[in-house]
């Protein structure tokens, strides 16, 4: 009787330490995902960016910033042009529909914000000049 | 006792009389239990020793196996817990209950300043759900601030754009997103204006419906009865509508 139990037991032990070391794989390969390089977001993002502005589709580019700002409210490190030009992009579109109504007080807000905005784009004023120029 | 013999005392265990030498019959019965006893005992134990030793061979393996079972749950664990990604939608969402003063009052602040595609943002980002015992009294404003968002975002997409070939195409999916997400804007509004209670919010969600009809008027050219007619139509008719506002005005220019 314990001579069957301990030869079960002897089974019973061999198919855990083997499932022991199965996990033990598994969790070794999981370290290694947890501590993998990820590559910087703010590159492809930019990339993207770059793309977009040297085709003109800023319409794009506020739709992804509207799209963006579920998982980050406030740019990124790296990103800070991208947001500012979609910001502006969005405001000057913003602006027209003020003026549309007449809402001065509306207008004067968003031209103020334009202007903090562009000063943020930097070698990127170009993108201002282009986006006024579709929307006038 | 005494000695049957010589009559002298002798101890009962003693298998011989000290005094004639003669056997004592109970001290040699009586050494031959203890002899007995003590071979049983000796038995009796090696048995116990033996069956002990059984079970602890037993006992061993059992403990060996408990472990290596607990060992693969750990393990399962630990791997689980290193694929995971932080769920940061839970997060926010404890944050945001945790500040809801502090956060009620930026959207407010939003709300003040005519700012609903940042309302709608901010309460996307931060995962706000509206409960009596924070958020409650923005869930009809926010509604129509997430609608107002997404069909303002779609109207930029179409016309800013409109110098992109590589991305713009008239008839295709930017406008009948747009078709969609104006259509629901209106039809949310509606439904939304019913519910609020709040005169201030109530003035604010009418703002973003102004909003709204004043970029028709500008982005695709619609008259002020042509803007009234546009908002009672069906998704699929704004769609046909915006197609002939967009593809026209490209036409002209």
Not at chain 1, 1 to 12: A, F, S
Not at chain 2, 141 to 165: F, G, K, M, P, T
Request: aromatic share 10%; charged share 30%; glycine share 4%.
């Amino acid at each position: 009787m314990n001579k069957t139990l301990k030869v079960i037991l002897n089974i019973l032990i061999g198919i855990a330490a083997l499932g022991c070391l199965v996990f033990f794989i598994e969790y070794a390969g999981s370290v290694k995902y947890a501590h993998r390089e990820i590559e910087d977001p703010s590159i492809s993002a930019m990339q993207v960016f770059d793309y977009e502005v040297s085709h003109k589709a800023y319409g794009e580019l506020v739709s992804g910033y509207f799209s963006d700002r579920i998982s980050d409210f406030d740019a990124p490190a790296g990103e800070e042009i991208l947001y500012a030009t979609a910001e502006y992009a969005n405001r000057s579109f913003l602006s027209k529909a003020y003026e549309e109504q007449g809402n001065a007080e509306k207008i004067a807000s968003c031209e103020a914000k334009k202007a903090e905005l562009r000063e943020k784009l930097g070698d990127y004023d170009f993108a201002a000049d282009e986006i006024d120029a579709i929307l006038n | 006792m005494l000695c049957k013999k010589c009559g002298k005392p002798i101890k009962i265990e003693a298998r011989f009389c000290p005094n004639c030498g003669s056997p004592n019959e109970l001290g040699n019965t009586h050494h031959e239990n203890i002899v007995t006893y003590d071979r049983q005992f000796k038995n009796t134990q090696s048995e116990v020793v033996s069956s002990t030793r059984k079970m602890w061979g037993i006992v061993i393996r059992v403990v060996i196996l408990a472990a290596l079972v607990v060992g693969m749950f750990v393990l399962a664990h630990l791997s689980d817990l290193n694929y995971a990604d932080p769920d940061i939608d839970a997060i926010r969402e404890k944050e945001s209950l945790k500040n809801s003063e502090e956060y009620s009052e930026i959207m407010d602040q939003y709300i003040r300043d005519g700012e609903y595609q940042e309302l709608a943002s901010f309460v996307s980002y931060h995962n706000i759900i509206f409960l009596p015992e924070g958020y409650e009294k923005f869930d009809a404003i926010d509604r129509c601030a997430q609608a107002y968002r997404d069909c303002v975002s779609d109207l930029e997409q179409i016309v800013l754009n409109r110098e992109a070939e590589d991305f713009f195409d008239g008839t295709e999916t930017d406008i009948t997103t747009f078709s969609i997400s104006i259509r629901n804007f209106y039809d949310t509004y509606s439904v939304q204006i019913e519910r609020e209670e709040d005169p201030f919010y109530l003035d604010r969600m009418k703002d973003m419906e102004e909003n709204v009809r004043a970029m028709l008027k500008v982005y695709l050219g619609l008259g002020d009865e042509e803007v009234e007619e546009f908002i009672t139509l069906s998704k699929d008719k704004m769609a046909v509508r915006v197609e002939e506002a967009i593809t026209g005005s490209q036409a002209e220019e």
